[in-house]
């Protein structure tokens, strides 16, 4: 619409609304505010805390221990119980403040007319008629359509533009276009940077494209996990077996004509053998290393299970600006009329070399290429400077590029211009499409301009092109030839600047004719450094990386073959997303790997519609614009220094350094940590199913119970809990980033899991078989016996460390002592069954009486057979995959 429909269509004039007027659009629109839903009571977080089936487990296992008396284990389980769902506690609260956030980009005032005087008003109470008086610097506070004037906007936040855009008045713009090419419209939550304008408000709070957005997040729900989704039905699956253990024993005691009392010990003892307890808390204690040790890498995780998740990252969403690229305009090409120049360095630090044909040059030794980087830093006002942090950009970033290239060659603006005052300026404007600063020469008195800006419209008023030290007519061959470098330059993904320089007769426009060119400037954010060689290791790796990005189509291509994203890059813009049908949009996703000028709604879908796929999707974003995107992901992943609150509120993992190659390594670790998963469940279940062994086969035989439950829990609690632990610091192999991905489908407890389980359980419950057979050959008194089962089963669990911490044998010193953890576990565990059977106070507690030194050398004697048969199991198995045979 034209700027006069609008102001009709909201029934106000371009001398803004009345103070009555205004308040009663307020009360009918009501307040200029992101809407964001009731906040959530901490007691319901906390509650729902407990519908998770690995929480429901250690509350068992609480009940449990305090229904055998023991006050100190039950304690102890408690203090885990209570780590467990105050770590997700904590998080949950955290996560509700991804909306709120939002609020953050919102201006507290807004300058507008009202009463037809300029007043500066709460920008909450702005409403729809308000003409708003934008100014650099201000923030927009609500959508609205430009009357007068033209800004400059930084529109990153909502769009991923990598810079500011023009707004002006007369531009025509066809109905449904992304938001980016609105050249009319201002958006609440941007920031003017440059020039001034008049607006009026179309749309506040919940209307506009960040309350959009803010809709978009609060209703996107985030995924369960693979690993929370396995250990809830792991933890169902062990509760139902514990309920059947526990009734096939009391029916085994009950037919063998024991008492009640004997039924219901029995029941207990193997209820509690059945459930492993650590498991929740080391499941949660072992993700918490990897966490640690990803904090290490830079990688902050604020959910623990999307840890494990990392591992199976089959599809690498990304932004483009600020992440693949350095998020620093740089200028990389300089073309003269004699030859093509290229820059090194990347971002705001003056630091690089310049080159032509492969060979390195002095700028000093090349007169057009001097005069090129004189003359842009000239036609601009940006600059770098060092401050403590480092060097850091003031002004334009296109001007700051250019001042950039400048210092590269220890040319510096100010002394360019230092002995010609600046007498005028030549702003630049959209339908200007260029820009000039005028300096005066005391001596002579001559006016020079300095002019930057679109090449077509710059080399229309060029004469003259500066070539071999001199100017000479500029003909049309000439002219032809840098036309052709320039759609070339802009082919090649960059923003394309004219330089030109000239003798006018005043500091105007209209003066600006004559003039000799200088150079065609291509400016480009350029990949960051590692990024292409991350892409490549992801590839190795079986993840595809994605770029969704709200910048121009070609220059999006420019960056992903730069980066070799793919063999055969296939790129669709936000229109073309939005008009495919899911199912046309699921078969286009097997080719594509660049989309451009997506919205914030595109990113979501396109995540939704890989998950759709099957595909365990990483998305890493920094925007506002990302947010929606970011939660629905199966791991969201945002920058720390540079990403917004929303994006880190929103977001899973926080990358504290801003290097996109810090992914790699947080989904190395995800892969690691799910191995070690598997490693410390194996310990456990086979452990665990060792002691239902027992326990079934003594209860079936009619024996007397071998271990009582308090027994049982102790066993489960100490030998169990702190050797997991250790498995969870396994170190991991060299090749983790040469597998595939991880299938999502892969099950932590798989069928042939459970055979191998099996087995190793049998061998752990054979040398307490074993000494129950001969006590009750030999009549060994109930006490003594009992104490020999406790001994024999615990060491042999511990000793059992070596065959869960690696499919091939640990028999090597070097292998052995990889994981120092576990030998200290090991170490441990021993002395606490020792001390548990040996200190009087203790074997009171539990239940048990001194061993003498024949008895311990019985029970190291039979605790050694799981470890020796594991052990030589692995290294025939070792022996037959090197000899080429089958397992």
Sequence with gaps: MTAPAVLNALRVSDAGLTTHEAHARFAQCGPNAVPTAAPVAPWRVLLSQFRSVVTLLLVSALVIAALTGD???????????????GLGFAVEIRAHRAVAALKTLEPR??????DGVVAEIDAHAVVPGDVLILEAGQGVPADGRLLSGEVEVNEAALTGESVPVWKSVGAEVAAGVALPDRSTMIHAGTL???????AVVVATGGATELGAIGHLVGTTAPRKTPLELQLDALGRQLVWAALLVALATGVLAWVNGNSLAFVLESAIALAVAAVPEGLPAVATIGLAVAVRRMARQHALVRRLPVVETLGSVTVLCTDKTGTLTAGEMTVTTIRTCDRVYEVSGVGFEPVGAFSADGQSVNVRDHTDLEAALETGAAAGRGDVILASTGWTSRGDPTEVALATAAMKAGIDRAAVTRDMPEVGEVPFSSERQL??????????????????????RVLDLCWSVFSRGDSRPLDAATRQMLHRANADMAARGLRVLALATGDVSHPDERSLLGLTFIALVGISDPPAAGVKEAVGAFRRAGIRTVMLTGDQRGTAEAIARELQLGAD???LTGDEVDALPDPDLDRRLATATVFSRVSPAAKLRLVTAYQRRGEVVAMIGDGVNDAAALKRADVGVTMGRRGTEVARDTATIVLTDDRFETIGAAIAEGRLVFENIRRFVFYLFSCNLAEIIVLLGTSAAGWPLPLAPIQVLWLNLVTDSVPALALALEPGRGDVMQQPPRRPSDTIVSWPFMRTITVYALLIAAPVLMAIVWQTLTGVEYARAITINFAVLGLAQLLHLGNARDDEPVLSWQRAVANRAALAAL?????SVFVAVQIPAIARLLHLVP?????????CGLSLVPAIVGQGIKVVRQWRRRAGGTV
Excluded: S, Y
Aim: glycine share 8%; no cysteine.
């Design 851 to 859: 061993l003498d030194r024949t008895d311990w050398l019985l029970v």
């Design 435 to 456: 820009m000039a600063i005028f300096h005066r020469h005391p001596a002579t008195g001559r006016t020079t301009a300095f002019v930057k800006g679109a090449p077509h």
């Design 71 to 85: 006050a100190a284990d039950a304690a102890a389980i408690a203090a885990v119980l209570v780590l467990n769902v």
């Design 109 to 114: 005032v807004a300058v507008a007319l009202r």
């Design 192 to 198: 003017v940077v440059g020039g001034a304008a008049r």
């Design 827 to 831: 170490g441990l565990g021993a002395v």
């Design 569 to 571: 890059t296939e790129a």
